[in-house]
């Protein structure tokens, strides 16, 4: 082994404590070698990627640089394929099975309308909220941000690049290890378009972050993270002028590249089939559409749901489109995709409106909370405003469309705004409930005193999004986003025999957690 071991250019040893650790998947990216009963490992490789990492193994942890940056990679020193390198990585015996995960999306940093003063008040003090909360049950805290960290766009106007992210969570004391995930707006946007656009825009990721794509274990659990962008940036048209710095439309394709898949085939071959697989990356892999089914929205979907063929429980989590979603994929029931809303929840400007951070389909900004027991997994919505978490938002929709129907600005946006919801679809005496993170096997009851009433779902815009967003900005002279105004896909009706009486709602969530509130009716809307 040691003869073979010289025609490899990068070698190293994986150790805890002094003593080899085997069996540990070590890669370049493009190949995956395991480590030898001493904790050897040798690998030949092109240095393409600039960097050698870990899959870290169960039972074991790393350091965290900075308390938050886990050393599973290191850069590698020599460019030259010819020059022989030796990269050594130490573990932690680290036991524990049952932790929590934080996962976060879509933080969109970029130096502007205050972020991040708000970031470091919202969520980094909800991570120590919950590493303090997580600690008495006696688990540690570990987070995911599922891309966006940064907005290409203002990397260069507003000097905010990846690197002062990485300087803010430093300066911030992100609290627990963070195993970050890249976002089409963490890729560079002054690399001009090219045949190799999207390998040369993810440079700066790869120099200050970590690898775009990497897997680690945590109990028991594999973890996956994925670069699902193909930067592309391709000329701006004639006359169309970009922000400084940018060279091009910042366009990209939602796939998973050829040599992701065969580095993923390599990884998953190393894993065992019964166990859970956690899926990271930015774009969602599998959408839901107005008639609430599931369908396959990355080019090659297909293709990388067929890397997990006989694997038992496979969840993949994504960000990007800062709402909330749960998909089930009928041809693969094995897989769950959890699309998780957004840590700047409408980037940022809701909160500088109204001081209540808001995401389009009226979620609070927020994450998900997974709890880890084994090779179980539970999971919730939470509010990065509110530690009750609240799961759904329950309204008078009488009040609401009076509102609408009178109020001067109100009237006066809808002259203008094309988008603007008419509420046609509930009738008098309706009440809209709309459920955050909305699954296919929770359950809603809704009842008015104590008599049960029916329940549909539609698709619809939550109408507290309007007081969060839309008409703070009419008021202001300042433009409104129809992209802004999908609606969404959590929203339930129900309809009371009268317009004074109470309503109660029930939602029952995957795990028989409950969650209820009473609408005492007419209820007010609108500040």
Same mark, same amino acid.
């Given at each position: 082994?040691?003869?073979?071991?010289?025609?490899?250019?990068?070698?190293?040893?994986?150790?805890?404590?002094?003593?080899?650790?085997?069996?540990?998947?070590?890669?370049?990216?493009?190949?995956?070698?395991t480590t030898d009963?001493?904790?050897?490992?040798?690998?030949?490789?092109?240095?393409?990627?600039?960097?050698v990492f870990i899959?870290?193994?169960?039972?074991?942890?790393?350091?965290?640089?900075?308390?938050?940056?886990?050393?599973?990679?290191?850069?590698? *020193?020599?460019?030259?394929?010819?020059?022989?390198?030796?990269?050594?990585?130490?573990?932690?015996?680290?036991?524990?099975?049952?932790?929590?995960?934080?996962?976060?999306?879509?933080?969109?940093?970029?130096?502007?309308?205050?972020?991040?003063?708000?970031?470091?008040?919202?969520?980094?003090?909800?991570?120590?909220?919950?590493?303090?909360?997580?600690?008495? *049950?006696?688990?540690?805290?570990? *987070?995911?941000?599922?891309?966006?960290?940064?907005?290409?766009?203002?990397?260069?106007?507003?000097?905010?690049?990846?690197?002062?992210?990485?300087?803010?969570?430093?300066?911030?004391?992100?609290?627990?290890?963070?195993?970050?995930?890249?976002?089409?707006?963490?890729?560079?946007?002054?690399?001009?378009?090219?045949?190799?656009?999207?390998?040369?825009?993810?440079?700066?990721?790869?120099?200050?972050?970590?690898?775009?794509?990497?897997?680690?274990?945590?109990?028991?659990?594999?973890?996956?993270?994925?670069?699902?962008?193909?930067?592309?940036?391709?000329?701006?048209?004639?006359?169309?002028?970009?922000?400084?710095?940018?060279?091009?439309?910042?366009?990209?394709?939602?796939?998973v590249t050829e040599?992701?898949?065969?580095?993923?085939?390599?990884?998953?071959?190393?894993?065992?089939?019964?166990?859970?697989?956690?899926?990271?990356?930015?774009?969602?892999?599998?959408?839901?559409?107005?008639?609430?089914?599931?369908?396959?929205?990355?080019?090659?979907?297909?293709?990388?749901?067929?890397?997990?063929?006989?694997?038992?429980?496979?969840?993949?989590?994504?960000?990007?489109?800062?709402?909330?979603?749960?998909?089930?994929?009928?041809?693969?029931?094995?897989?769950?995709?959890?699309?998780?809303?957004?840590?700047?929840?409408?980037?940022?400007?809701?909160?500088?409106?109204?001081?209540?951070?808001?995401?389009?389909?009226?979620?609070?900004?927020?994450?998900?909370?997974?709890?880890?027991?084994?090779? *179980?997994?539970?999971?919730?919505?939470?509010?990065?405003?509110?530690?009750?978490?609240?799961?759904?938002?329950?309204?008078?929709?009488?009040?609401?469309?009076?509102?609408?129907?009178?109020?001067?600005?109100?009237?006066?946006?809808?002259?203008?705004?094309?988008?603007?919801?008419?509420?046609?679809?509930?009738?008098?005496?309706?009440?809209?409930?709309?459920?955050?993170?909305?699954?296919?096997?929770?359950?809603?009851?809704?009842?008015?005193?104590?008599?049960?009433?029916?329940?549909?779902?539609?698709?619809?815009?939550?109408?507290?999004?309007?007081?969060?967003?839309?008409?703070?900005?009419?008021?202001?002279?300042?433009?409104?986003?129809?992209?802004?105004?999908?609606?969404?896909?959590?929203?339930?009706?129900?309809?009371?025999?009268?317009?004074?009486?109470?309503?109660?709602?029930?939602?029952?969530?995957?795990?028989?957690?409950?969650?209820?509130?009473?609408?005492?009716?007419?209820?007010?809307?609108?500040?």
């Open positions: 082994a040691a003869m073979a071991a010289l025609a490899q250019n990068v070698t190293g040893t994986v150790t805890c404590g002094g003593a080899g650790v085997s069996g540990v998947a070590v890669s370049d990216g493009i190949n995956v070698v009963k001493q904790g050897r490992y040798a690998l030949q490789t092109d240095k393409a990627n600039g960097y899959s870290i193994p169960r039972g074991y942890t790393v350091d965290m640089a900075d308390g938050f940056n886990p050393q599973f990679w290191q850069k590698l *020193s020599d460019a030259k394929v010819e020059t022989a390198e030796v990269h050594n990585f130490k573990l932690t015996y680290s036991p524990a099975d049952d932790y929590v995960m934080i996962i976060g999306a879509d933080s969109h940093l970029a130096r502007r309308i205050g972020d991040r003063k708000t970031y470091k008040n919202g969520y980094i003090a909800s991570l120590k909220y919950e590493k303090e909360k997580a600690a008495e *049950s006696q688990l540690p805290t570990y *987070s995911m941000i599922l891309g966006d960290l940064t907005w290409d766009n203002f990397w260069y106007a507003n000097k905010y690049t990846l690197r002062n992210f990485m300087d803010d969570q430093r300066k911030m004391h992100y609290p627990v290890p963070l195993f970050p995930v890249i976002g089409n707006h963490d890729n560079d946007p002054a690399v001009p378009h090219s045949a190799n656009t999207d390998f040369l825009a993810a440079k700066l990721w790869r120099d200050v972050v970590c690898p775009n794509y990497y897997s680690y274990n945590l109990g028991k659990v594999h973890y996956v993270v994925l670069d699902n962008i193909v930067y592309q940036n391709d000329t701006l048209p004639a006359g169309k002028k970009a922000r400084k710095g940018v060279w091009g439309q910042r366009n990209y394709n939602a796939a040599q992701q898949i065969n580095w993923l085939r390599q990884d998953l071959a190393l894993v065992d089939k019964q166990m859970p697989v956690v899926v990271c990356s930015h774009i969602p892999t599998f959408r839901i559409n107005r008639n609430f089914s599931t369908f396959g929205s990355l080019q090659n979907y297909k293709e990388l749901a067929s890397c997990f063929d006989g694997f038992k429980n496979v969840h993949f989590v994504s960000g990007h489109t800062h709402v909330n979603f749960n998909a089930h994929p009928s041809e693969y029931p094995h897989i769950m995709e959890h699309n998780i809303a957004a840590i700047c929840a409408s980037w940022w400007i809701t909160g500088k409106l109204t001081g209540t951070d808001m995401c389009t389909d009226g979620s609070p900004a927020g994450y998900s909370r997974w709890t880890v027991r084994g090779d *179980s997994i539970e999971w919730k919505y939470a509010s990065i405003e509110d530690h009750s978490d609240p799961q759904m938002r329950v309204l008078d929709m009488n009040t609401v469309k009076q509102f609408l129907a009178t109020n001067a600005d109100a009237v006066a946006l809808s002259k203008t705004f094309k988008q603007m919801p008419t509420y046609d679809a509930f009738e008098e005496n309706s009440v809209l409930i709309n459920v955050f993170a909305w699954d296919d096997d929770w359950k809603l009851e809704v009842t008015e005193n104590g008599t049960a009433l029916p329940t549909a779902r539609l698709h619809a815009i939550d109408p507290a999004y309007l007081l969060a967003y839309a008409l703070p900005r009419h008021k202001r002279g300042e433009n409104v986003a129809p992209q802004h105004h999908h609606g969404t896909l959590h929203i339930f009706k129900a309809v009371a025999s009268s317009p004074t009486t109470p309503v109660t709602v029930k939602v029952t969530d995957t795990f028989g957690h409950t969650y209820t509130t009473t609408l005492t009716r007419p209820a007010a809307f609108g500040r």
